[in-house]
């Protein structure tokens, strides 16, 4: 069986390296700590590497020992957690030089690139699959990576509320509770407390939305400027696509964001009941979830805006 494969490798690795995607949320920085601490009770030491750490995450255990970089180039073991592929993969290049590699992922779309591939897309987050992994490892789930692993299904589940979240989400939490995991604590540090840089973001995207497709699809965008003039930090422009799916009729929530001042545009796209935008991204390279997913688009803002149209149009 798969897992029982993935606890062998992990036994007989001497060196391992844990990696996760771009532009970390709390699933992927939650689930690589909840892994790291978690490799600790089996004795095994590992490296992990999150280039661009949002400050939010800092109080997570462990989150001091995260490197930028490792001096290993050859790892016995690499893990990718919560990462569709390859090409989004932070530290890339460990991943392609290690012995083996493991891929533990709830993304429809993951493309499979390890070794073995550990993929449950029901799952709500990937920090939930591993509550049911470290379980069969008989690994007690302690305080510490409870913390972590709650932190990612927090987030990835929009604070228990997006229709992933499975009934064994709350039981899960329950058992947290009762361990003296501060539940409220996190849900407030992760979802609820907004940056500076974020409220001002927040502000100018709601101030230009546009909504089209007689009320079905909310856009909006930021540009490298706005974030230079707003002082922006790692991770500000986290929860700002949310916005516009929560007006009434809208189907399709649209935010992009300028890529290195060029004509090239991060876009995160959330649905509300019929639209699989996970297709759409795919469309255009990306991928992810059914009712969240992004991509990676070349042209201005109202280009941008006509090539998701002209998919959605199909769909809505
Ligand atoms: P985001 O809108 O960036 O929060 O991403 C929504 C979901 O889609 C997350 O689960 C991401 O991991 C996934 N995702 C975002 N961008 C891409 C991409 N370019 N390729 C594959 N999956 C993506
Ligand atoms: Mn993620
Ligand atoms: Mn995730």
């Known amino acids: 069986m798969t897992l029982d494969n993935i606890l062998e490798e992990i036994k007989k690795a001497q060196t391992i390296i844990l990696l996760t995607h771009e532009a970390p949320d709390g699933d992927a920085i939650g689930s690589t700590l909840a892994m790291k601490t978690a490799l600790k009770t089996l004795g095994k030491e ?64 993951n493309s499979m690139f390890g070794d ?53 989400t709350f039981e899960f939490t329950a058992e947290l ?11 407030r540090k992760v979802l609820e407390i907004k940056t500076r840089g974020n409220f001002e973001l927040l502000k100018r995207t709601l101030n230009r939305m546009e909504i089209l497709e007689n009320g079905k699809v909310a856009f909006t965008y930021i540009t490298n400027q706005d974030e230079e003039e707003v002082n922006i930090e790692i991770g500000d422009h986290e929860g700002l696509v949310e916005e516009g799916r929560r007006i009434e009729g ?54 941008v805006k006509e090539k998701l149209l002209k998919e959605i149009r199909k769909v809505i």
Not at 63 to 90: G, M, N, P
Not at 177 to 187: A, H, M, P, T
């Open 250 to 303: 809208v189907e399709v929530s649209i935010f992009i964001r300028q890529k290195n001042h060029e004509d090239s545009y991060k876009v995160s796209m959330r649905s509300n009941s019929y639209v699989n935008v996970s297709d759409i991204c795919y469309v255009f390279g990306g991928g992810g979830h059914p009712k969240a997913a992004g991509c990676l688009i070349q042209g201005n803002i109202e280009q």
């Open 177 to 187: 509770l009762r361990k003296g995991v501060k539940v409220s604590e996190i849900y």
């Open 46 to 109: 590992s490296d992990v590497i999150i280039k661009e750490f949002p400050r939010t995450f800092e109080f997570l255990p462990n989150a001091k020992e995260i490197k930028q970089e490792s001096e290993i180039k050859k790892y016995d073991l690499a893990v990718s957690l919560d990462c569709t592929d390859l090409r989004r993969l932070v530290g890339r290049e460990y991943f392609e030089e290690a012995k083996r590699t493991i891929v533990i992922d709830h993304h429809g779309t």
């Open 116 to 168: 073995i591939n550990f993929v449950n897309p029901v799952a709500p987050a990937c920090c939930e699959i591993l509550v049911g992994m470290l379980t069969y490892f008989n690994i007690e789930i302690t305080k510490e990576i409870g913390t972590c692993i709650l932190t990612g299904i927090i987030t990835d589940t929009g604070g228990f509320k997006n229709q992933g979240t499975t009934s064994e």
